[in-house]
């Protein structure tokens, strides 16, 4: 499985930004995509995530503003982030996980796509 990410790139505070992940490979037995970022020295953090239920969850930091879609046909997720704030700043990691058994996965890694919000 690989995975591509883009979207990044230098945005405004208030601006909005659009990720995208393009998976390819063996992916049919993918069941969760989702997002993470990294700021310098820091460990990486969940920003968002979908299941293949479509269920969704958002770290509180950024629920309201940032919203994770996926189109299935693409084979590709998204990430579309409003009202982008200098603290978003980051280094985004799209992620798949495949199932190896209950509550078991392995989970892919895009390369990162860099962010900046400038004040």
């Known amino acids: 499985v690989q995975l591509q990410a883009s979207g990044g790139g230098l945005v405004q505070s208030g601006g909005s930004l659009r990720l995208s992940c393009a998976a390819s490979g063996n992916i049919f037995s993918l069941n969760a995509w989702g997002w993470y970022r990294q700021i310098p020295g820091a460990q990486r953090d969940m920003v968002a995530s979908?299941?293949?239920?479509?269920?969704?969850d958002y770290a509180d930091s950024v629920k309201g503003r940032f919203t994770i879609s996926r189109d299935n046909y693409r084979n590709t997720w998204y990430l579309q982030m409003n009202d982008l704030k200098p603290e978003d700043t980051a280094v985004y990691y799209c992620?798949?996980?495949?199932?190896?058994?209950?509550?078991?996965?392995?989970?892919?890694w895009g390369q990162g796509t860099l962010v900046t919000v400038s004040s």
């Open positions: 979908i299941t293949s239920n479509g269920r969704t």
């Open positions: 992620t798949a996980d495949w199932p190896l058994g209950v509550g078991v996965s392995d989970r892919y």
